[in-house]
């Protein structure tokens, strides 16, 4: 049966031109909008002169914190290190922002960590949040993501193990009105990533006082 | 010039259409689910253990309301059912043959790729277009039957239902009362969205331009479903897993 169709069909030169037509415009669409920025693929060039390119994100995967087992006793190739990091932060909804901040260090599998931070001058301990975490670096299209803890409050103190070859740390945000200072204590086995990189992308310079902190953007 | 905002609110201009359909392809098309199930919803399937009938009836409600694949196919289908009958009985095809593939994909773990099958739904909507306006008679002097294309197409979109549910992990305690729940749920989702697709059908058609918009808006549904089509191949190719 045949129901549901326009009453007066087109012609075939009609039907094969809008067919074309349709053809063409969705290409377009799907090789210089959707591939730039949903698969880092740009072969008509239009990805990188729109700036389509850049909403181009690597896919992230969770990674189960609570599945991880490393042996008790065990060697690390990297030497021992200790930094502190001090850092200040500007009130929440700063214009200029520098109300939140990211500092991560780079580690391999199973290297460990301990640490303590604290940060003063917050009137309520909810007005200070952190987002302690992990990713791997080398991902094109996906990358796998660990959640260590997301929570309020002014000081943490305790250990971490890498579950995998990444950049681990925290992400800290200064939700009071308060201009505040944090400060970060790590030793362990792990590297400082440089101000700019990956991890460290707001700049920050360790082991000096906190009004020194913030390199050039 | 100027025109009188009553004589433009009355004309439901086809690229509204297109503005809300390019929308939705844009919004929904992130890389790590190709319109499927994600995020809470998908931890929360994950985590179910035994029967738990309402939630999976709201998952497949939600899955057909925001599923532009599916609705896009079902605006072709119902675009030139003039009367309700042929409405239900098409509807109703559509329906029998998803849930024959969704309830057997599921329980005999049939294992498709969810993205050649999304492509073939891509597809399935670009055909109905073409095949609304007439395209298999006059240019390939055929006409296949309009009902079994329906009914087929239902079986793959219900192929594509069932690997997203698939792709959850579902918990083999409860299976078969959550999948039915879904199952109704999609039906519930559909028959809500049909509910507003024949409201604006309904008012479209009384207008004077409807004969010549409803070529493009077709024109666009054809364009649309190449979108998706290739949309997924080229998820497909890029090995973005599901």
């Known amino acids: 049966m045949t129901e549901g169709q326009i009453a007066t069909p087109l012609s075939a030169i009609r039907m094969l031109a809008i067919t074309a037509g349709a053809l063409v415009v969705a290409s377009l669409i799907v090789f210089g909008a959707i591939l730039p920025a949903e698969f880092n693929q740009d072969p008509t060039g239009l990805g990188r002169l729109t700036g389509l390119g850049r909403l181009f994100a690597p896919r992230q995967v969770a990674f189960d914190v609570s599945a991880s087992a490393v042996p008790i006793a065990r ?6 290190r200790t930094d502190t990091i001090e850092f200040p932060m500007l009130p929440d909804g700063n214009p200029a922002g520098g109300d939140q ?10 290297a460990t960590f301990i640490y303590e931070w604290s940060v003063a001058n917050i ?20 990358m796998t993501v660990a959640t260590y803890k997301q929570a309020t409050g002014t000081s943490q103190n305790g250990a971490l193990t890498a579950p995998f070859d990444g950049i681990h740390g925290w992400f800290f945000q200064n939700q009071s009105l308060n201009k505040v200072v944090v400060r970060l204590k790590i030793s362990g086995f792990y590297d400082l990533v440089e101000p700019g990189e990956p991890g460290n992308e707001s700049h920050v310079i360790a082991n000096v006082p906190a009004e020194q902190a913030l390199g050039k953007k | 010039m100027r025109q009188s905002p009553s004589r433009y609110a009355s004309r439901i201009h086809p690229l509204s259409f297109v503005a809300i359909v390019s929308a939705a392809v844009l919004t929904e098309c992130n890389g790590a689910f190709a319109h499927g199930i994600g995020g809470q919803d998908a931890a929360f399937v994950a985590g179910t253990r035994g029967p738990d009938l309402v939630p999976f009836m709201y998952l497949g409600a939600k899955h057909m309301v925001t599923g532009y694949d599916h609705l896009l196919f079902i605006f072709g289908v119902i675009f030139f059912l003039y009367r309700l009958h042929d409405v239900i009985l098409y509807v109703t095809l559509f329906s029998i043959g998803h849930s024959i593939t969704l309830l057997t994909g599921v329980l005999l773990h049939i294992d498709v790729n969810a993205y050649l099958v999304d492509a073939v739904i891509g597809l399935s909507v670009a055909y109905k277009a073409f095949d609304n306006l007439g395209g298999f008679k006059s240019v390939f002097g055929v006409q296949p039957d309009t009902r079994a294309a329906v009914a087929i197409f239902g079986l793959i979109h219900g ?9 959850l992990r579902l918990n083999s305690n409860g299976l078969v009362p959550n999948m039915i729940g879904f199952n109704i749920g999609v039906e519930l989702g559909q028959f809500i969205a049909l509910a507003g697709m024949l409201v604006v059908m309904l008012l479209w058609r009384r207008t004077a331009s409807f004969e010549r918009s409803s070529v493009e808006a077709n024109a666009l549904i054809l364009m649309a479903g190449f979108v998706l089509m290739e949309y997924q191949l080229t998820a497909y190719y890029f090995g973005m897993k599901a």
Do not use: I, S
Not at chain 1, 101 to 110: A, S
């Open chain 2, 159 to 167: 192929f594509g239902l069932a690997t997203k549910l698939q792709a």
């Open chain 1, 75 to 80: 060697d690390f190739p990297t030497p021992f």
């Open chain 1, 101 to 110: 901040l990211e500092y991560k260090v780079r580690m391999k599998k199973d």
């Open chain 1, 123 to 142: 009137p309520t301990e909810t007005e200070f949040y952190f987002d302690f975490h992990g990713h791997t670096l080398d991902g094109n299209t996906e």
